[in-house]
């Protein structure tokens, strides 16, 4: 008897287990275009575009290789909506012997595949994702009685595993992390690079069509020019290694107020999709550095995102699910404003962060931190509904690099298992990192008063109402000793005006 092997629409790797543990001539792959994934959150039509775009290249190379595959095609009125769906109807059509998958990229679809053997009968198998560079295995035995999980341990770890920018047993240049000197503001010099632009051949726009017409989503279709295949990807990473590389590190942390990508890469959608891998990426990158091409503090701020962030983040996902998703250490309860979908705001660098989003699918690193991030933070918004639009409207979004960026990383709502602090912060930071306060209708420099940046009471509204989480916090003594610098009668002012702002929001 056959054996089914279903591959996920974001495993799209060449080297996945599938493919060595299956036998084309006796096995069949299945890829499913199917609506419960295209619903469970109103995704970015980019995004599904570029997902059914990349799973139809992908099944013509299969076929070339000689595999056997089932495709189904999207069709709103078909009655398979779900992988357990399309599944059961392949196994009421002919007898296998077991399904094969790959460790998917969310936990709500593992907790779908492991009810199988009781829901459809049938034997079932779940091999390693080949994704990664770190076996989830290894990430659990290093995570295992310490203390503290923080990514900097892990990071170095990985650089000597890999041997990446390693002399020996040391760091290259002395140091592990060169983040000190990538803090600089963008004044227009170097011009900025932007990533590799791919046209629509017929397979993708047959998928651009589809989606417009019939499947519910968020945002612009149009300007959709993400790599589909890996070929392209391959393309879009000479191409940022020779153009952005070189200066990714001194303006990693820039808010410019016109560009949409600066310097950053638009890697992740294609490492994301298994279209690149990781460990491919950062050889390019170090062989830049090698070559003289790219100063070291770019490479290796670009590895540490890639080998460090990329994989602890994935770790942390899997070693706290599903339990991580329910946190909300801070006890919010504010709804997200609906301008989070509209980008009708007054406030510029939000306006302005959402606009790209909307048009690209993409925002950087910075903007999803600092900007839309903070902003939820200090606002005070349930967790699940920021979790939820950042799952939406990104196309590098899956629940297992969404999550802890979000509900750890940007809403402190694990209770800092990820991040020591919260990345809170005022108006100040967004004026001093780009130009988005001077085009703004709002005033960086005020905190009080209709026309005052609401970035700026809302963070010492912040500080005050966590006083007692956040008081004895080393990291965050010099933001108590600012805040206790204030006179009462002021703090009651900003706070009154805090109460405001939350209560008029959608109105900013
Ligand atoms: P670059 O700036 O060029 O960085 C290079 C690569 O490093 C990225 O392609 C990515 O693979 C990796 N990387 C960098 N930072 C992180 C990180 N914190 N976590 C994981 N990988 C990282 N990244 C996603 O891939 N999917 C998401 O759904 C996602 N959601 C996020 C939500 C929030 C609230 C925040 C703060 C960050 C999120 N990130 C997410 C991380 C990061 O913002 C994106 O990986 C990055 O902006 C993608 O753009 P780029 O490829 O140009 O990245
Ligand atoms: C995100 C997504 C979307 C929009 N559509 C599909 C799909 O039609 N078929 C599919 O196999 N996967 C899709 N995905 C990705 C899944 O939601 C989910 O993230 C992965 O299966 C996890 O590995």
């Not at 295992?144 to 990071?155: D, N, P, Q, T, W």
Request: proline share 5%; hydrophobic share 40%.
């Amino acid at each position: 008897m056959p054996r089914l092997g279903l591959i996920f629409g974001d495993q799209l790797n060449t080297d996945h287990a599938l493919l060595y543990a299956l036998d084309p001539d006796q096995d069949f792959l299945v890829l499913g275009e199917l609506a419960a994934e295209t619903d469970y959150v109103p995704h970015h039509g980019q995004k599904i575009a570029l997902i059914f775009a990349a799973m139809r290249h992908r099944r013509a190379e299969l076929e070339a290789d000689g595999w056997t595959v089932h495709y189904h095609h999207f069709d709103p009125d078909s009655d398979l909506r779900s992988f357990t769906d399309l599944v059961g109807a392949l196994l009421a059509e002919q007898k296998v012997e077991e399904v094969v998958v790959s460790w998917p990229g969310e936990w709500r679809v593992l907790d779908e595949v492991r009810g199988w053997e009781q829901v459809l009968g049938v034997a079932v198998t779940v091999l390693p994702d080949t994704r990664f560079v770190s076996p989830l295995e290894d990430f659990q035995r290093w995570a295992a009685g310490r203390k503290s999980l923080r990514m900097e341990f892990f990071y170095r770890e990985m650089r000597r595993r890999t041997g990446l920018l390693m002399d020996g047993k040391q760091p290259v240049g002395g140091q592990w992390n060169f983040d000190a000197s990538n803090r600089k503001r963008w004044r227009g010099e170097p011009p900025s690079a932007r990533p590799m632009r791919f046209s629509a051949d017929e397979v993708t726009t047959e998928v651009l069509e589809l989606v417009a017409g019939d499947i519910p989503h968020f945002g612009d279709l149009e300007g959709f020019d993400y790599p589909v295949t890996r070929a392209q990807a391959r393309r879009a990473l000479s191409h940022f290694i020779s153009s952005a590389l070189p200066h990714f590190g001194d303006f990693q942390d820039a808010l410019p107020d016109e560009e949409d990508y600066l310097f950053h890469s638009r890697l992740s959608s294609s490492l994301n999709l298994g279209l690149l891998t990781p460990m491919e990426v950062c050889h390019a990158a170090e062989q830049a550095w090698q070559e003289g091409a790219a100063p070291l503090n770019a490479v290796e701020g670009f590895i540490r995102q890639v080998i460090g962030w990329r994989e602890y983040i994935r770790g942390i996902y899997w070693l706290k699910m599903p339990e991580y998703a329910e946190g909300n250490a801070l006890g919010n309860d504010q709804p997200l404003p609906a301008w989070y979908w509209s980008g009708k705001t007054g406030m510029r660098c939000l306006q302005r962060a959402i606009d790209a989003t909307r048009r690209n699918a993409y925002a950087h690193h910075i903007q999803r931190l600092m900007v839309t991030g903070n902003f939820a933070l200090l606002l005070g918004v349930v967790p699940a509904e920021i979790c939820e639009w950042y799952l939406a409207v990104y196309a590098d979004a899956y629940d297992w690099v969404e999550l802890p960026n979000t509900l750890g990383m940007v809403m402190h709502a694990d209770g800092g298992l990820l991040a020591s602090k919260p990345y809170a912060a005022s108006g100040k930071y967004i004026q001093r990192m780009g130009d988005h306060c001077a085009h703004c209708r709002y005033r960086v420099a005020d905190t009080l008063g209709e026309d005052a940046c609401p970035f700026n009471a809302l963070y010492w509204d912040f500080l005050a109402r966590h006083r007692a989480q956040f008081q004895s916090n080393p990291r965050m003594a010099m933001m108590y000793r600012n805040l206790d610098r204030m006179d009462e009668e002021r703090l009651a002012a900003i706070r009154a005006r805090a109460q405001d702002l939350r209560a008029g929001v959608e109105e900013l």
